[in-house]
């Protein structure tokens, strides 16, 4: 017991000092023993954000129907707070909605421990715990299989990582048995097999999968009508909002955290360029976004399609109107240190007392059908935020003048920006952004997305005009109509052809921009670097299309010609600037995360997976396959493989002597040559030529760690690449690692000689790979749909199927041309 006491101790010690790393980081201090905490707008220092929550470590809350009992155990509370922090990144924004659900499954363990075994430790929580806490969530939970499903992934989850740390006394190894929720390979499975049926019981090659999140056509006009519709100003700079958000795809905090001068245009300077732009009626510039890409990635601009131009400096133009005196009000603020709230008309009236007809429409706006009804509301909310009348005068028996003091106006809207969290210590009126792992703060009044607290209700609002706020993302959510609240559209009664409301998330407008690349055929690589996405795998995710609308891989129907490869697909990079070295660190930003381990090292699994294969012009179908599944066959095969595959890129030592006895007309001893070096060993990276079965490698496999060796040769092969890079940012992380220790210790010197020829190696490997790759032909295995399943006459149902329809009629102008 004494050793699982210690595991704990040092699991709750070491993410002590993860928080105190947190807090030394520049954003501010969160006290360790606080009793509980808010994420999102509310949230300090390291938690501010836009998804709102709370986290609670002194009770266990009403949570699944339980009375709520107090965490006694101080213990078990900094577990909690231990548990808390493990799920936060050092470098990274917080998911406010995972630190919530973690947090929920940790109490109701608290709960659960106390009732079966009357401990308070945590490590006595054990297979009878966990399976307590989910009967309790089934019984409160009856008719929500979805909600049941989610608690047990997530305690599943949880016992994973309590088993993980290994302070427990027994192993707890909890599972459920109720199945599983949709996942991506459950979609991918789902698209394959085509299960959507049209009404007479066919395959309907134009449904498209996830559409509902894309635009669909009624809503997209519903928008833009709102452009003439949309009355007051805070419904304006909404509809701004989301119009920028349709037009570049942003995350929506990555939008709604856009500085004010975030803006820039850069003169065109080729004279092609120019000559072009004059000739289509196009800006004579090219206008970049400046913004801070969030989940990872590193992109800080945005490049705005030529045709979008005047649009998005229109955004921008109203917006800086709209905001101005919001703006001004903000800097008046702040001038006084936020000591003084009142509105410029109040402080003009002479004397201590201002009257209540006085205040209206300019310290707070309610709403009401006459002025003795704003009035009536106008008192409601003073005194909902702690305001009374400091004296009354009664002119008629029916009419009341209601005075209050100005010192007293200005103490309790200062109160309530204290209590609404815009100020604080650290950073008042300020939004902390992250990027890149650091924190970006920047004030409300520098940001171009502002609107006094309140504004954003359609309905019974209340505005309180000195007091100026960013846009929080409940906001929007409420104004599209995907959480409760009256939408822009219902307000203006704006139906969809089902008769419901027209409604759409913040994240729509993104898998929207996505879809229309993926239609146009942009590469993933290309598509994720346009998306500011880190981590190219996600792309599948924000693609929605029917099979008919996946136009842009080649099918392989039409490869085959005379038996050669014929090249009628896109190539994956026309030509290769000679500027090579930021190859790497652009395509780690792609390639960073893991893919799966079997993805990655078998070629089969990754064309199964991928359904993708790289073909050379120069080879023909049999080779182009063997060389992609890297199944080579029988050693004569392996020889006439090489003689077809052998080039610059391809065992290019090799290739040059096999050529010089070739032109030498030696074509015995050029056979032999092949003969020796057809042992084509499949390696994670490339292939070992070496008759491994018979010597071994005597080299301690050297080549999977980027050191040269000359039985090893890159093959071109498709996810080859992803690979290369992950075993590189993998070394990246040792040589950084073992940098830091050398400066220490000289012992370690040796060790990072070792790890900076392994990088360089590597890096050489990935800019080999790349410029063989850009040569090859990137093919789907995917039969290109015909005439008929491409629906050519099927009426358009959001925009991207129309996009859809578009794409196909150019793609036919060229074809044609």
């Known amino acids: 017991m004494k050793e699982n006491i210690e595991l704990l101790e040092d699991f709750i010690a070491n993410q002590k000092v993860r928080w105190h790393s947190k807090n030394n980081q520049g954003s ?61 990144s050092l470098t990274s924004e917080v998911s406010a909605s995972r630190l919530r659900a ?79 929720l949709n996942t991506s390979g459950t979609k991918r499975r789902k698209i394959a097999e085509k299960a959507k049926l049209s009404s007479n019981g066919e395959f309907d090659p134009y449904e498209i999968e996830g559409a509902s999140k894309l635009i669909s056509l009624e809503t997209f006009l519903f928008i833009v009508s709102l452009i003439r519709v949309a009355k007051s100003d805070g419904e304006r700079i909404l509809l701004n909002l989301l119009l920028l958000l349709i037009v570049t ?47 990872g990635s590193t992109a800080r601009a945005h490049w705005v399609e030529p045709t979008s131009i005047p649009l998005v400096e229109g955004i921008y133009k109203a917006l800086i109107a709209l905001t101005h005196p919001y703006r001004e009000q903000l800097k008046k603020s702040r001038l006084s ?79 309530y920006a204290e209590k609404r969290n815009f100020l604080n210590q650290e950073s008042s009126f300020t939004r902390v952004r992250i990027h890149a792992g650091k924190s970006f703060p920047i004030k409300f ?91 190219i795998t996600q792309n599948i995710h924000y693609q929605h299309l029917a099979l008919a609308q996946k136009l842009y891989p080649t099918s392989t129907e039409n490869l085959v010609l005379n038996g050669e490869a014929h090249i009628n697909s896109q190539q994956l990079s026309p030509s290769i600037e000679s500027n090579v070295h930021h190859l790497s660190n652009e395509l780690n930003e792609l390639f960073g995360t893991e893919l799966t381990e079997l993805q990655l090292n078998s070629p089969i699994a990754y064309v199964k997976s991928t359904g993708t294969m790289v073909f050379s012009p120069r080879l023909s179908l049999e080779a182009n396959i063997k060389r992609n599944l890297h199944t080579y066959g ?46 084509l060993n499949a390696l994670t990276t490339g292939t070992c030529t070496r008759n491994l079965g018979l010597w071994g490698c005597p080299f301690g496999a050297k080549c999977l760690s980027g050191q040269e060796c000359g039985y090893h040769s890159l093959t071109g092969r498709a996810g080859e690449l992803e690979q290369l890079v992950r075993s590189l940012v993998t070394a990246r992380a040792n040589q ?10 000289e012992s370690y010197k040796e060790s990072l000689l070792k790890i900076n020829s392994s990088v360089s190696g590597l890096e050489k490997m990935v800019e080999k790979s790349y410029l063989a790759l850009s040569k090859g032909t990137l093919v789907s295995l995917i039969d290109r749909p015909n005439r008929e399943q491409l629906g050519e006459y099927k009426q358009p149902d959001s925009l991207a199927s129309f996009f859809s329809i578009e794409q196909r009629r150019i793609e036919q102008r060229d074809k044609e041309s």
Not at 394 to 404: E, H, K
Request: some cysteine; proline content about 3%; aromatic content about 8%.
């Open 445 to 535: 009044e520098d940001m171009l997305f502002i609107m006094p607290d309140g504004m954003g209700g359609l309905r019974q609002k209340r505005t309180f005009h000195t007091i100026i706020t960013d846009i929080p993302i409940n906001i929007m959510s409420r104004f599209l109509g995907s959480s409760n609240g009256t939408s822009i559209f219902a307000k203006y009664d704006m139906r969809t052809s089902n008769g419901e409301h027209a409604s759409l998330t913040t994240h729509i407008p993104r898998h929207n921009v996505n879809t229309f690349l993926a239609i146009a055929g942009i590469d993933d690589h290309l598509q994720a670097a346009l998306m500011g996405r880190r981590d």
């Open 28 to 88: 501010g201090i969160i006290d360790w023993n606080a009793d509980s905490l808010s994420i999102g707008p509310m949230g300090e220092a390291w938690l501010r954000g836009h998804s709102k929550a709370s986290v609670i470590f002194n009770r266990t809350g009403s949570i699944n129907k339980l009375k709520s009992k107090t965490i006694e155990s101080p213990l078990y509370r900094d577990f909690l707070r231990a548990l808390f922090m493990a799920d936060i």
């Open 249 to 295: 795809g942003f995350r929506y905090e990555e939008a709604s955290a856009l500085a004010l001068d975030s803006l820039d245009k850069v003169p065109l300077k080729s004279k092609d360029a120019i000559e072009l732009a004059k000739k289509f009626g196009l800006p004579q510039y090219d206008l970049k976004i400046n913004y801070l890409a969030m989940k």
């Open 337 to 415: 240190s936020f000591n003084n709230f009142l509105p410029a008309n109040v402080e003009r009236i002479t004397g201590e007392s201002v009257l209540l007809d006085d205040l209206c429409d300019s310290l707070i706006s309610t709403s009401g059908s006459s002025f003795s009804n704003v009035k009536s509301n106008m008192r409601k909310a003073l005194a909902n935020i702690g305001l009374h009348p400091s004296y009354e005068e009664r002119l008629r028996p029916t009419t009341v003048d209601y005075y209050y003091d100005k010192a007293e106006i200005n103490m309790a809207l200062k109160s």
């Open 634 to 679: 029988q050693h004569d095969e392996n020889v006439k493989f090489l003689s077809d595959a052998l080039s610059e890129e391809f065992m290019p030592d090799i290739n040059k002597v096999y050529r010089e006895l070739l032109l030498e007309g030696k074509t015995t001893e050029a056979h032999d040559l092949l003969s020796r070096h057809s042992h």
């Open 102 to 180: 973690n947090n929920i499954i940790a109490r109701q363990l608290y709960y659960s421990l106390d009732e079966v075994t009357g401990q308070s430790n945590p490590i006595f929580i054990s297979h009878d715990v966990f399976s307590h806490a989910f009967e309790s969530i089934r019984s409160a939970k009856s008719n929500d299989i979805n909600n049941i499903l989610n608690s047990a992934i997530q305690l599943q989850c949880m016992s994973k990582t309590l088993d993980g740390l290994k302070f427990t006394l027994t192993k707890i190894d909890w599972q459920h048995n109720l199945g599983g």
């Open 736 to 745: 950084k690692t073992l940098s830091e220790l050398a400066h220490e210790d």
